[in-house]
């Protein structure tokens, strides 16, 4: 019977052992290879790409055009159909929301 338990006892351990290296990895395989020394060759071909490369200038530096700045900053959102669609959505939502706290088929015990 003591060697029943004691190769029970040794699975279990080399059981338990396998499950931690594979859960943890050891911190050398973790670390990973470090990274390139080539970040200055890196800067200077981005350097050279700016420099060579000539962008297109557009109305705004954001690409809005002004029409739609002032349909953005129009402080009429919710009048709008959009806004009032958003509303629509939001109280749907809430009322849903209420709806099923109050309607809860599980009651816990501990309230």
Request: aromatic residues 4%; positive net charge; contains cysteine.
């Amino acid at each position: 019977m003591n060697c029943h338990v004691r190769t029970r006892r040794l699975f279990l351990c080399v059981l338990a052992l396998a499950l931690v290296l594979a859960a943890v990895p050891p911190p050398v395989l973790a670390e990973g290879p470090s990274p390139p020394a080539a970040k200055s060759a890196l800067q200077a071909s981005v350097q050279k790409i700016v420099a060579t490369t000539k962008l297109a200038q557009s109305q705004s530096p954001s690409g809005v055009s002004q029409a739609d700045r002032e349909k953005l900053a129009s402080p009429s959102f919710f009048k709008s159909k959009v806004g009032i669609t958003v509303i629509a959505v939001m109280a749907v939502g809430t009322g849903y929301a209420l709806y099923s706290t109050k309607h809860d088929r599980i009651h816990s015990q501990a309230r």
